[in-house]
């Protein structure tokens, strides 16, 4: 099993700051792709970046300039720089990654959810 626990979110003002966390554990083997999405009230979930165990990144349109992901590998953790934020920023950001576990006798791969964290951005 893998566990992901998200923090850093918050309330901050039109133009402001924050930095999203999200640290996975367990029994992991390797991590592949380390993601965040969001999802606004009524709306589909969406993108919001993702980084590829090489360092690949990609950006939703939205974002683009205004975030930065990373990834620590010795931590297992995944980071959202986030700058520059709009009200429309606004939604539950939530970290995904996918990877391979050891469960002791065997390997098999894993994809998990975080749990979650409210980011909301007033003007």
């Known amino acids: 099993q893998v566990q992901l626990v998200e923090s850093g979110g918050g309330l901050v003002q039109a133009g402001g700051s924050l930095r999203l966390s999200c640290a996975a554990s367990?029994?992991?083997?390797?991590?592949?792709?380390m993601g965040w999405y969001r999802q606004a009230p009524g709306k589909q979930r969406e993108l919001v970046a993702a980084?590829?165990?090489?360092?690949?990144?990609n950006y939703a349109d939205s974002v683009k300039g205004r975030f930065t992901i990373s990834r620590d590998n010795a931590k297992s953790t995944v980071y959202l720089q986030m700058n520059s934020l709009k009200p429309e920023d606004t939604a539950v950001y939530y970290c995904?990654?996918?990877?391979?576990?050891?469960?002791?006798?065997?390997?098999?791969?894993?994809?998990?959810w975080g749990q979650g964290t409210q980011v909301t951005v007033s003007s």
């Open positions: 995904n990654v996918d990877g391979t576990l050891y469960s002791g006798s065997y390997f098999a791969k894993f994809g998990s």
């Open positions: 980084i590829m165990s090489g360092g690949t990144t």
């Open positions: 367990g029994s992991i083997a390797s991590i592949n792709a």
